[in-house]
C-alpha cells in the first residue's frame, strides 16, 4: 500500500540487467583484483605479431588456420583468438614485478550447438623473480574455491598451451560426478618473456584464462550457451 | 587416436590393467577414454611422437618396464639406383625409398597384422599398403607405396604454384591449386606430399614389385593441405604434427621384417637423400633449475633415469634431446616432463602474495553505466558483430558465411533486430542497450575504434497502472539520461518485417561523447551477483488475459492483489496491475490485472487458459465485495 489513500497497489517497476556475462566476467576480474591484479584493456583487432607469433604460437599451430581465425582485410589482422595479447602490450609496456587481469570478447571461428565464434575470457599474468608452478598451483585453488567453494575437487592435468610451459588444465568435479574443464594455466613460456623483453633469467611468470561463458554457464545452470546471445527478454530479466 | 590395449600391452614386462594405463596416460597429459579394449586417446598437437605404439610405449616407460620392442631386419642393404631429385629440401630435408620385390603375395596375415584390421575394423587393401598403415600404427612413421610398374623410375619433389588436376588413390579428384608439395613423375603428379598418394600409381592386390617412400616433410610445408582438399589422412594428421626427421632407415627396415613375415622377398634396394641434417638439441642437465620452475624438491635419479627412458641422453652434464621431441627446447620444457612424471597433482601448492600494480580501473566507468541502465528498467545486450558490407567496414577473409562477411560499423542494425525479435515474443515495453567497441576503416586504410552505447526503446514505459498507457519515446530519453536530443532518433517501422505500429527511439553515443556525470552514475546500488538458478524459456507463444474487478470495499484490495499477483500455476509466468481508479463520487474501486500465460512444451489452448482464468476468479470471488462486469 502507498499514497495518501493507502489503497494504491505497489507500483510494479521492473528492473533491469546488466548481460549475464558482462555481470560474470566483472564478477570475474572483481576477484582478481581483490587477489592484487589490475584490470586492464586492449583491441579486438590485432596483428598475428601481438595474438601468435609473441606468444610463440608458431605458423604450423592449428590455431593460425583460416579454420580456426578469423583474419581480416587480407590477412594484414586477425579477430583476436584470445585475451593474450593484451597481456602482451601489458609485458611490454610495464616493468616487472606485474599483476594483470583482462577480460574480453575473442573470436574463433566456430559456430555449433556448442561453440559460437564471438565469446568472452579473462585472463591473468603475475610475472616476478622465483614465480614457480607450486605457487600458481596455489593461486588457481584461491580463484577456484572463490568461485565455487572451499569443498569443490579440483584436478591439474598436463596440457599444451605454446605461450606456457609447464601448461595445466583444471577440472572441477561436477556434482553429477563429471570432471569438467574450467581453466588452463601454466608457467609463461621464457621465449615469451624475451619477446617482451623481459629477462627470462631474471624474472619468470603465471598465466591463466577462464572462458567466461564456461563460468556463467555453471553457476546460473545455463545449459545453452546459444542462449546469452539471443537477447531474448525473457531470458535476460531473470539477471537483475 | 586409437590404440588397442592388448597391441600396447605387448610392449610392456608387467601386464599392467587398461585401468592403470588409462590412468598414468591421464596424468601424462594425454586425455583418454576406455572403450572396450580400445584406448580413444586425445594428444596435444606438440606430442606428435607419442601417435604410434611405439611412441605411446615409450611415453609410458617411465611408468612400466619396457619389454619386447619390434624386430628389425638387420642385413645390409643393396643401394637403390633411383632417378630422384629433390627441388625443395627444405620443405623435405630427408627422403628415402626402398624397393622390394616379392615371390608371392602371402594369401594369409601373421597375428600381430590381422589384429591390426580385425581390432580397428579396417578393410584391407593390398598386401603392401596394408604394411604400410600398420606401420604408421606401429612406428608413427608414414610411408607411401607406389607400383614400381606404374611408372618409368624417374621421381621428383617440387615445390611449386599448380593449376593441376588430380586423382587421389582413394578415387578422389580434386583440382590442385595455389603452393602445393607434390611428387611428379613424367610431369605427373603422383603423390600429394604428407597428404594421399594417387591412383596411377597406387599399389593393387596384385602388386608384387613395389618403391616405398618414407620422408620427413617441413610440418609448415604440408599443414592445412588436408583441410583445403578435404583428404584428411592419417599421414598427414602425422606428418602436420612432425615425424621423425631421423627414423626412416628404421622404418623401412621394420617394413622389410614384417615382408619377410610373410613371404619371400626376392630383391631389396634402399637409397637415403639427406639434404640438411638436423642438429641436435642439447640442455645443460641442471636439476636446480627444473626445482626452480615446478617449485619443489625434485629427486636427481628419478630425474636422471625418467628422462633416460623418454629417450633422452645425458652426457657431460648436457641432456641430448631425441629427434622425435620436437616440443623441447628449454629448461622449462624439461619442468614439464618432470611435473607430468610426478604427477600434477602430487605438487604441493605454495601461497604467495601479489602486491598489485598500480594501473588504473579502466573499466569503471563502462560498469557503472551498465549498472545505472540496468536500474532504470534497461537490459543489456551483447550482439555478434558480423554483418553485411557498408562503406568502412572491415571485411572478413574467412567469414562462416557471405551475410556475416564484415564487421559492423554501428550497433543500430542489431538493436533493431533486438527489439523485432522480442515485439514477436510479444513483449509490450522494450528498453535494450548494448555497449559495445566499433571497429572501422579510415580512408588511409588504418583501424579505427570507438567505444559505443547504443540505446533502443519501444512500447509501453513500464508495466505498471501508472506508466503502461505512456509510450516510451525521444522524451522518455531525454529526460531520464540527459541524452542530448540530437543524439536520439526515430528509427521509421517502414521496411521492417513487423506489424507493430509503435514508434521506436534510439540513441547511438560515442563513448567519448557521454556526459561523467551522468545522473548518480556512481551512486547506483549494485546487488552482489546472485547467480540464481535460469529458467528455461519457453519457445512457445504467450496468451494474454486482462481482469478487471470492481470492489466497494477498499479494504479487500490487498487481499485481492496477494492473491492474483501471487498465484501459482504451470501456466501463469507474470502478472501486474495495469489500471486502477478510485471513483471517489461512486466509492468504487476499480482495478485491473494482466494476466500472461505460457508454457515450455506447448502453444496454449483457449481452454487451457479459460481453465486457469476460471481457478483464479473462483478463488477471488471467494473474498467477497468483489465483482469482475461482464465475466460470464
Given at each position: 500500500m502507498s499514497e495518501d489513500t493507502g489503497i494504491y497497489p505497489e507500483l510494479n517497476i521492473e528492473p533491469g540487467s546488466v548481460h549475464p556475462i558482462n555481470q560474470t566476467k566483472k564478477y570475474l576480474l572483481d576477484i582478481l583484483s581483490s587477489i592484487g591484479f589490475s584490470t586492464i584493456n586492449g583491441p579486438e583487432i590485432e596483428t598475428e605479431e601481438y595474438n601468435f607469433d609473441m606468444l610463440n604460437?608458431?605458423?604450423?599451430?592449428?590455431?593460425?588456420q583460416m579454420h580456426d581465425t578469423f583474419y581480416a582485410q587480407d590477412k594484414e589482422y586477425?579477430?583476436?583468438?584470445?585475451?593474450?595479447p593484451v597481456q602482451i602490450r601489458a609485458m611490454l609496456n610495464n616493468k616487472s614485478p606485474m599483476s594483470f587481469a583482462s577480460g574480453g570478447k575473442v573470436y574463433r571461428k566456430d559456430d555449433d550447438a556448442t561453440h559460437l565464434p564471438m565469446f568472452h575470457q579473462v585472463e591473468g599474468i603475475h610475472v616476478d623473480e622465483s614465480v614457480n608452478f607450486a605457487q600458481l598451483k596455489s593461486l588457481i585453488f584461491q580463484i577456484i574455491y572463490e568461485i565455487f567453494g572451499n569443498e569443490i575437487e579440483i584436478r591439474f592435468r598436463p596440457s599444451y598451451f605454446p605461450?606456457?610451459?609447464?601448461s595445466a588444465e583444471v577440472d572441477i568435479l561436477s556434482k553429477d560426478g563429471k570432471w569438467l574443464e574450467i581453466l588452463g594455466c601454466g608457467i609463461i613460456n621464457p621465449v615469451v618473456l624475451e619477446n617482451c623483453n623481459i629477462d627470462s633469467e631474471k624474472f619468470s611468470g603465471l598465466a591463466f584464462g577462464l572462458g567466461v561463458e564456461r563460468i556463467a554457464m555453471l553457476k546460473y545452470e545455463v545449459?545453452?550457451?546459444r542462449d546469452f546471445y539471443k537477447s531474448n527478454l525473457d531470458f535476460l530479466k531473470q539477471f537483475n | 587416436m586409437k590404440i588397442a590395449y592388448p597391441h600396447l600391452i605387448n610392449f610392456f614386462k608387467d601386464k599392467p590393467s587398461i585401468e592403470d594405463v588409462s590412468e598414468k596416460l591421464f596424468q601424462l597429459g594425454h586425455e583418454n577414454e576406455i572403450i572396450g579394449n580400445i584406448l580413444d586417446i586425445e594428444f596435444t598437437p606438440?606430442?606428435?611422437?607419442?601417435?604410434s605404439l611405439l611412441g605411446l610405449a615409450r611415453d609410458l616407460s617411465v611408468f612400466f618396464a619396457l619389454d619386447t620392442l619390434p624386430v628389425y631386419y638387420t642385413e645390409r642393404l643393396e643401394a637403390l639406383n633411383l632417378n630422384f631429385e629433390n627441388h625443395a629440401t627444405d620443405d623435405c630435408p630427408a627422403i628415402s625409398f626402398l624397393s622390394i620385390d616379392i615371390d608371392e603375395i602371402p594369401s594369409k596375415y601373421e597375428d600381430y597384422l590381422e589384429s591390426y584390421f580385425t581390432t580397428f575394423q579396417i578393410n584391407k587393401n593390398n598386401f603392401f599398403t596394408d604394411i604400410s598403415n600398420y606401420l604408421a600404427y606401429e612406428m608413427g612413421q608414414p610411408t607411401h607405396c607406389y607400383d614400381?610398374?606404374?611408372?618409368?623410375g624417374n621421381i621428383e619433389f617440387v615445390s611449386d604454384d599448380f593449376n593441376e588436376n588430380f586423382e587421389t588413390v582413394l578415387e578422389k579428384k580434386i583440382t590442385l591449386s595455389g603452393t602445393n608439395c607434390v611428387f611428379k613423375s613424367n610431369n605427373e603428379v603422383i603423390n600429394l606430399a604428407g597428404v594421399m598418394g594417387g591412383k596411377s600409381t597406387a599399389c593393387t592386390r596384385s602388386t608384387k614389385q613395389v618403391l616405398i617412400e618414407c620422408a620427413y616433410f617441413n610440418p609448415e610445408s604440408i599443414i592445412g593441405k588436408a583441410l583445403k582438399y578435404n583428404l584428411h589422412s592419417d599421414a598427414s594428421y602425422k606428418f602436420e604434427r612432425g615425424?621423425?626427421?631421423?627414423y626412416q632407415e628404421q622404418t623401412l627396415r621394420r617394413f622389410i621384417k614384417i615382408v619377410s613375415d610373410h613371404t619371400n622377398i626376392k630383391s631389396i634396394k634402399y637409397s637415403s637423400f639427406v639434404s640438411k641434417e638436423l642438429p641436435v638439441k642439447t640442455l645443460k642437465f641442471d636439476v636446480k633449475e627444473i626445482e626452480k620452475i615446478i617449485g619443489t624438491n625434485i629427486d636427481e635419479e628419478l630425474y636422471k633415469n625418467s628422462i633416460i627412458k623418454l629417450g633422452f641422453t645425458i652426457s657431460n652434464n648436457h641432456i641430448n634431446v631425441p629427434?622425435?621431441?620436437?616440443?623441447?627446447?628449454?629448461q622449462n620444457d624439461m619442468a614439464e616432463e618432470m611435473a607430468r612424471i610426478i604427477g600434477y597433482d602430487n605438487i604441493n601448492s605454495t601461497v604467495f602474495k601479489i602486491h598489485k600494480t598500480?594501473?588504473?580501473?579502466?573499466?569503471e566507468y563502462e560498469n557503472s553505466l551498465r549498472n545505472f541502465l540496468a536500474s532504470k528498467g534497461f537490459n543489456e545486450v551483447i550482439n555478434m558483430p558480423f554483418s553485411n558490407k557498408t562503406d568502412a567496414s572491415i571485411k572478413i577473409?574467412?567469414?562462416?558465411?557471405s551475410n556475416r562477411g564484415y564487421l559492423r560499423t554501428t550497433l543500430k542494425h542489431s538493436l533493431i533486430e533486438n527489439l523485432l525479435y522480442n515485439e514477436k515474443r510479444q513483449n509490450e515495453s522494450i528498453k535494450l542497450f548494448e555497449i559495445s567497441d566499433i571497429y572501422s576503416r579510415k580512408n588511409n586504410g588504418e583501424i579505427e575504434n570507438e567505444k559505443y552505447l547504443g540505446i533502443i526503446v519501444s512500447g509501453r514505459?513500464?508495466?505498471?497502472?501508472?506508466?503502461?498507457?505512456k509510450k516510451l519515446d525521444h522524451q522518455y530519453l531525454e529526460e531520464h539520461f540527459?541524452?542530448?536530443?540530437?543524439?536520439i532518433f526515430e528509427i521509421p517501422r517502414?521496411?521492417?518485417?513487423?506489424?507493430?505500429k509503435n514508434k521506436i527511439y534510439m540513441a547511438l553515443i560515442k563513448f567519448s561523447n557521454?556526459?561523467?556525470?551522468?545522473?548518480n552514475l556512481h551512486n547506483i546500488e549494485v546487488n552482489k551477483i546472485s547467480f540464481n538458478t535460469y529458467k528455461p524459456i519457453s519457445d512457445f507463444p504467450s496468451s494474454t488475459r486482462d481482469l478487471s474487478f470492481v470492489l466497494?470495499?477498499?479494504?479487500?484490495i490487498k487481499e485481492l492483489e496477494e492473491i492474483i499477483l501471487n498465484f501459482k500455476s504451470i501456466y501463469l509466468k507474470d502478472s501486474f496491475v495495469f489500471d486502477f481508479y478510485n471513483n471517489e463520487k461512486t466509492n468504487q474501486i476499480k482495478i485491473g490485472f494482466r494476466l500472461i500465460f505460457n508454457s515450455n512444451h506447448k502453444t496454449l489452448t483457449v481452454d487451457d487458459v479459460d481453465n486457469e482464468i476460471d481457478n483464479i476468479v473462483t478463488i477471488c470471488m471467494e473474498?467477497?465485495?468483489v465483482e469482475i462486469p461482464g465475466y460470464k
Open positions: 604460437i608458431k605458423k604450423t599451430h592449428p590455431a593460425r586477425v579477430l583476436r583468438t584470445h585475451t593474450s605461450f606456457t610451459e609447464p545449459d545453452d550457451i | 606438440n606430442r606428435g611422437d607419442c601417435l614400381i610398374n606404374k611408372f618409368n615425424v621423425d626427421p631421423s629427434s622425435y621431441r620436437h616440443d623441447i627446447a628449454h598500480q594501473a588504473p580501473e579502466e573499466s577473409d574467412n567469414p562462416l558465411d514505459v513500464g508495466n505498471n497502472y501508472k506508466e503502461f498507457s540527459g541524452i542530448d536530443k540530437n543524439s517502414d521496411g521492417l518485417d513487423t506489424k507493430i557521454l556526459p561523467k556525470n551522468l545522473e466497494s470495499d477498499k479494504n479487500k473474498i467477497g465485495g
